[in-house]
């Protein structure tokens, strides 16, 4: 049975009069759910001439005719285009997810980036909510961001759903296709780091190793080996591991357990593995005992966490690289309580590792020392930036630091060179 073409409508607009001697635009047309007439109603005070009337109702006119099912008049304030970019993206059912559920889909966002989205929706809505989409103007945005007491990155993170959101606005036609207004807008300071990442030595690598019980250790050293992002360590199945051909697939992430395809398509990729980091693996399989994860959680069955891994266990390793001034603890040995059983770590030797700049040890730390020590072995950038996985190369540049032995020995030939003792 052929399915009946839709018939393309303009509607009917005529001025019919009101209550207290006032009228009204009437505006006629036939819904394409019931195939009934109905009517809208505008404001002939907020829309005196017909053409502002009819302009107003373009976007109405081309949701009827699309045969999407029509709810209002379309975005008329920025709060208006939130809510239809809530709507068109998903978010609210994504961020529904439940952990333990599965959002692999390429069509929509993932769980993290719909998260952040409605975030950022909310100081967004807070300052713009009421304000008519074409009175946002560029030099007002500026100064309001520069006044929020956020990060930069966070400012920088709002600039950049606000100049999606105007070319979504562009895109709808809500309003007329031009130059983007967000791109007049400048935010300094985005890719600074608020505080410097840590990047370990090979000795402070096995110190931390040290400290930590099983299976955080291999999640480490799989961190470590690989460069992964953590969410992406923990949701490795066994089946991307392919032993035959020494190589895996990097292909999903898990955040706050729900699992979802990685950050980019730069970040799916298959990365070579190495044959003694395979053996490990096959040490971990034995150990799996059938499981269809490499980590699996003993209390869920299902993934584990990452935060209470890092608040638990790297944290307080990465404060244990320096000696204790209270107990004298030795770096890389934990404090005791007083009855010398319950691992502690006292105040003083937290501060001295803050100040020694060793208090931020985290999952991304060893990613950070993973790109550090391929800069070591002299690998080409571009190397770095494929098994970085990371789409643009300046990216890569940014990660890590030169390990201070690598900088010593590479300055020491100038300075040979320079003061003629070659």
Known sequence: MKRARQRIQNGSLREVPRANNKTAWEFRFTNPTTGHKDSMYLSTEEYPTRSAALERLDFFVRQLNSGHPVTSLGPKTFGDLLDLFIKSERLLEIKKLRPGQSNMSKEDLSFTTAGSYLSLIKHIRKKWGKTKIGKVRPHLAEEWLKSLKLAPKTKGNIKALMHRLFERAMFWEVIPIGRNPMELVEVKGIS?????????????????????????????LVAQCTGLRVEEVLALPWENIHFDTLSM?????????????????YSEDELPLDP???????????????????????????HFHASPAQQDYLRPAGWCLVECPRCGAAIGKRCLDADGETPVVHEERRALAKRNKLDNVGWHTFRHTYRSWLDDTGAPIGVQQKLMRHADISTTAKYGDALMESKRKHNSIVVRRALGNE
């Open 276 to 302: 003694d980091f395979a053996t490990v693996l096959l040490q971990l399989k034995e150990r799996s005992k059938g499981s269809e994860l490499l980590f699996t959680s003993p209390v869920t069955g299902r």
């Open 249 to 265: 697939l990097v292909d999903r992430a898990v955040v706050h357990g729900r699992l979802q395809r990685v950050k980019t398509e």
């Open 192 to 220: 600074k780091h608020i505080k410097k990442p840590v990047v370990l030595t090979v000795a402070q690598f096995y110190l931390i190793l040290d400290l930590l019980p099983e299976p955080y250790r291999t999640m480490v």
